[in-house]
């Protein structure tokens, strides 16, 4: 009977057992090498001979078995003590799994090829553009794609990616999926991140500050990516406010001279600051019909649900401890 004692892998894949009570044939002994053989019912390499030793074997270094067998090994690099023991090599056979490369549309505005096999999960894409960027705190990150319905949704990261993303190069846009307050975020290359998408949402109008908040937004952007105030800066990229716009470009300059000598850093972290008081900031929409078949808008956001006309007037606003109970509320109500 034969007792199977796992040995760890190492790093080329290959894997060390020991089968123990197994004899060994003496005809095999004096020649110097050991003849492997693939034992089916069992998936393993067995050698049929060997030299007398204790009870343990160690097979250096690992020799990568492939399919063409029986496989010779000399018995020097066989070092045991007891002829009862048989090396036999756990091979797991390297087996080829097509690869296909997806290409993900970076905050940077990059596209990055990124090689997976067809098997790889939705977080291993993520995880190797993080990785590539130096983010540790990926968890606030996402991939978003379209699907063949023409509908934005979020790659399911715990599925396989290829299940989700179609075609020979599929596409797919890293934005940042949960957001949460500035002062929270650790590192400084997550901050630039969440600028980037918060200063793209801006420039598209999906978050409406006030005109002087915008006024105040617009100079924030300028002082990260231009520095100082100069009297040869043109404002191009312009926060649009809700409210009076009018002698928008004195109102920018002004706010712009206001932040002199800070640092890009610094700016950035001012910058979340001010939008992370909005009040979409971090809401993402969805357009719905009701029962009446009217047009409405669901925000949903980090603390709670917001409820909006088709005009976005604000309808109703639904914290989500009131979601969480509310199943708990109608069935209590209906016990009763």
């Known amino acids: 009977m034969c007792v199977h004692q796992p040995w760890k892998a190492d790093q080329d894949g290959c894997w060390r057992d020991v089968l123990q009570d197994c004899r060994p044939s003496p005809s095999r002994r004096a020649t110097g090498f050991v003849d492997m053989h693939w034992c089916s019912n069992s998936a393993h390499l067995i050698s049929c ?4 030793g204790t009870a343990e074997a160690i097979v250096e270094p690992v020799y990568k ?5 029986p496989l010779r090994i000399p018995h020097c690099i066989l070092n045991r003590v007891d002829s009862s023991v048989q090396v036999a090599m756990t091979c797991r056979p390297t087996v080829s799994i097509p690869a296909k490369t997806c290409i993900v549309r970076r905050l940077d505005s990059l596209d990055q090829e990124v090689v997976l096999s067809k098997k790889a999960i939705g977080s291993e894409c993520l995880d190797k553009v993080c990785k590539s960027l130096g983010i540790h705190e990926k ?13 934005s949704l979020w790659l399911n990261l715990r599925n396989p990616i290829y299940e989700q993303l179609h075609g020979n190069r599929p596409v797919a846009e890293m934005k940042v999926k949960y957001f949460i307050k500035p002062q929270k975020i650790i590192q400084s290359v997550t901050r630039q991140h969440f600028y980037k998408h918060l200063k793209k ?9 006030s005109s002087n908040k915008a006024a105040r937004l617009t100079a924030l952007i ?4 231009k520095g100082d105030y100069r009297s040869d800066i043109q404002y191009h990229q312009k926060v649009h406010g809700s409210g009076d716009n009018d002698n928008m470009d004195t109102r920018i300059k002004r706010e712009h001279q206001k932040l002199h000598g800070l640092s890009q850093e610094l700016a950035t972290e001012k910058f979340l600051e001010e939008v992370s008081q909005l009040e979409l900031y971090g809401v993402e929409l969805h357009h719905v019909t009701d029962s009446d078949q009217v047009e409405k808008i ?3 956001g980090p603390e709670d649900i917001h409820i909006y006309s088709s005009n976005m007037d604000l309808l109703n606003r639904y914290g989500w401890l009131v979601v969480v109970l509310w199943p708990m509320r109608r069935a209590f109500k209906k016990g009763t």
């Open 298 to 300: 669901i925000g949903v």
């Open 201 to 209: 949402d801006l420039l598209l109008g999906k978050l409406k500050p």
């Open 49 to 52: 001979g060997g030299a007398r």
């Open 139 to 151: 968890d606030y990150f996402g991939l978003r794609y379209t699907d063949k319905n023409g509908d």
């Open 65 to 69: 078995l492939s399919r063409s067998y």
């Open 222 to 225: 300028a002082q990260v990516d």
